[in-house]
């Protein structure tokens, strides 16, 4: 089997859609996740125990199955329950609740890593709830969570590959395709490998010049 690089030039609009579909759906999905995980773990903490019972439960059950168990059970058997969701959106929807549960763990662990003394400061200042979260806990636990937030959107950035079994049109199917229609098995294989690797060390030095910044600016404040 030779290695065919004309197969992959000609079919470079196609990946490029592909890549674009993968982009923008991973990009998103982890801003959902975010936003979710951080209502969730909030409402964990403040929200009383029969709260943080019913959440702890639901991210539990997320935790403990497989993404692609969930994306069968939401697009599959959706319509079962009157859910009937096309395939980008429904991968959407679930990547988002997917990656929600574990940013909800990071954000909880970033709750639980603010010194209590900080809080009880803030309080002695009449400061309110939502003024010691926004103004106390958030700034301290930015730092902290950033770190595994990042190594979490890159494992969603692969774990998205997943929604090509809902037909996505995402990079994995749509390079997976041209392999399959050309024989070129070994160059789809190659552009996956290559383009997933570039996206996550693009992810990671982000990340990490996210984090020195982060930093930085929290020592020149101190």
């Not at 399959?180 to 990340?207: K, N, P």
Request: glycine share 10%; aromatic share 10%.
């Amino acid at each position: 089997m030779m290695f065919d690089p004309q197969v992959i030039i000609d079919k470079l609009p196609e990946i490029g859609s592909g890549l674009f579909v993968t982009l923008w759906l991973w990009i998103a999905g982890v801003l959902g996740g975010v936003i979710a995980g951080f209502i969730v773990a909030t409402a964990r903490r403040f929200g009383g125990l029969a709260v943080n019972a019913v959440l702890g439960a639901v991210v539990e059950v997320l935790r403990g199955t497989p993404f692609l168990i969930q994306i069968f059970l939401l697009y599959y058997g959706g319509p079962f329950v009157g859910l009937m969701l096309d395939p980008i959106p429904c991968g959407l929807i679930g990547l988002s609740v997917y990656s929600a549960a574990y940013y909800s763990e990071v954000f909880r662990a970033g709750y639980a890593s603010v010194p209590v003394g900080h809080v009880e400061a803030a309080e002695c200042l009449g400061m309110t709830r939502l003024q010691t979260i926004s103004r106390i806990q958030i700034p301290e636990m930015a730092l902290i969570v950033l770190p595994p937030s990042v190594n979490l959107a890159i494992i969603l950035l692969k774990e998205s590959a997943v929604l090509s079994i809902i037909t996505v049109p995402e990079l994995t199917a749509t390079v997976s395709a041209i392999g399959s229609q050309q024989y070129a098995f070994l160059e789809a294989i190659f552009v996956l490998a290559v383009t997933y690797w570039i996206i996550v060390e693009l992810t990671d030095r982000l990340g990490r010049q996210a984090e020195k910044r982060l930093s930085r600016l929290r020592f020149s404040k101190a």
